[in-house]
Nanobody
Framework: QDQLVESGGGLVQPGGSLRLSCAAS????????MGWYRQAPGKQRELVAV???????NYADSVKGRFTISRDNAKNAVYLQMNSLKFEDTAAYYC?????????????WGQGTQVAVSS
């Protein structure tokens, strides 16, 4: 069964950090482009960061310099390190796997993990 499971969300103060993890199973992880998307209440889902099977990365302008995406093919996992968090980063964050990099075309989705930035 193809599955992506996110973890690591939570409540954090502005300026704080969180590290999201996504564990994949049932897919040949190493050949997939992996991405993190987010969806805030009342807004469309948006791509936050993407990493290709070869390790190339791309970020939304709103998170450049603050977020870092990485992957560990040995562990079938992708991560999103989020630093200097802002109120506007509050959203449900979703892990996705796809077969294209630019643009990413998701084929599989996780269930999401909630990130809330609040003082």
């Amino acid at each position: 069964q193809d599955q992506l499971v996110e973890s690591g969300g939570g409540l954090v103060q502005p300026g704080g950090s969180l590290r999201l993890s996504c564990a994949a199973s049932g897919i040949i992880f190493s050949i997939y482009t992996m991405g993190w998307y987010r969806q805030a209440p009342g807004k469309q889902r948006e791509l936050v960061a993407v990493i290709s099977s070869g390790g190339a990365t791309n970020y939304a302008d709103s998170v450049k310099g603050r977020f870092t995406i990485s992957r560990d093919n040995a562990k079938n996992a992708v991560y999103l390190q989020m630093n200097s968090l802002k109120f506007e980063d509050t959203a449900a964050y979703y892990c996705a796997a796809g077969r294209n990099f630019a643009p990413m075309i998701p084929a599989y989705w996780g269930q999401g993990t909630q990130v809330a930035v609040s003082s």
